[in-house]
Nanobody, 122 residues
Framework: QAQLVESGGGLVQAGGSLRLSCTTSGRTFSGYATGWFRQAPGKEREFLAAVTWSGSSTYYADFLKGRFHISRDNAKNTVYLQMNNLQPEDTDVYYC???????????????WGQGTPVTVSS
């Protein structure tokens, strides 16, 4: 009964920060890489960042321009997405995903979380 559960979303003002968490459970996702995605209404889900199981490698979408940072704490079965200088355009539902592959540049999703909404007000 492996699960991915996102938390930490909410309402913030432009320029603020949030830290999202993706907590995993069960044996299935042990050794998997983890990625973060987001999706706005009527738009495609887009890749943001990914981290290998070991935490030694990360990969980011170019448009983030250093505002977001992904990290992992396997002792807590948790992957984080630190989001800084948030803008109204960042308003989306944010999802984490697991991948059996460690090739982050071509992240292949094997399982999705249910998503956590983020709203950034101007």
């Amino acid at each position: 009964q492996a699960q991915l559960v996102e938390s930490g979303g909410g309402l913030v003002q432009a320029g603020g920060s949030l830290r999202l968490s993706c907590t995993t459970s069960g044996r299935t996702f042990s050794g998997y890489a983890t990625g973060w995605f987001r999706q706005a209404p009527g738009k495609e889900r887009e890749f943001l960042a990914a981290v290998t199981w070991s935490g030694s490698s990360t990969y980011y979408a170019d448009f983030l321009k250093g505002r977001f940072h992904i990290s992992r704490d396997n002792a807590k079965n948790t992957v984080y997405l630190q989001m800084n200088n948030l803008q109204p355009e960042d308003t989306d539902v944010y999802y984490c995903a697991a991948s059996a592959s460690q090739l982050l540049i071509s992240f292949k999703v094997d399982a999705w979380g249910q998503g956590t909404p983020v709203t950034v007000s101007s």
